[in-house]
């Protein structure tokens, strides 16, 4: 069993930056992928990024450039970096580990981006 507690949302204003932590509940090395994913009021949950165990990457189209993930071995976290954050940015962002062959979600954490 895989628990993982997301933290950082919150109110920012558009172009403001942000970043969010997920920590898991046991040793992150024996977790093979972790990512972020979010979900915005009325739509399907998407994909942000992902990091795999060897440090591969992977983002959503639409935040390549802006967005940066992250993981801490000695920490047991992975991090997702968000810069020139939009109002297209506002959902629940939920953070994701692939402890094969399970995978485990968070309860999600809150990310608006408005003026």
């Known amino acids: 069993q895989v628990q993982l507690a997301e933290s950082g949302g919150g109110l920012v204003q558009p172009g403001e930056s942000l970043r969010l932590s997920c920590a898991a509940s046991?040793?992150?090395?024996?977790?093979?992928?972790m990512g972020w994913y979010r979900q915005a009021p009325g739509k399907e949950r998407e994909l942000v990024a992902t990091?795999?165990?060897?440090?591969?990457?992977n983002y959503g189209d639409s935040v390549k450039g802006r967005f940066t993930i992250s993981r801490d071995y000695a920490k047991d976290t992975v991090y997702l970096q968000m810069s020139s954050l939009k109002p297209e940015d506002t959902a629940v962002y939920y953070c994701?580990?692939?402890?094969?062959?399970?995978?485990?979600w968070g309860k999600g954490t809150l990310v608006t981006v408005s003026s």
């Open positions: 994701k580990a692939r402890r094969w062959p399970i995978d485990y």
């Open positions: 046991v040793r992150s090395s024996s977790i093979s992928t």
């Open positions: 990091i795999t165990s060897d440090g591969a990457t």
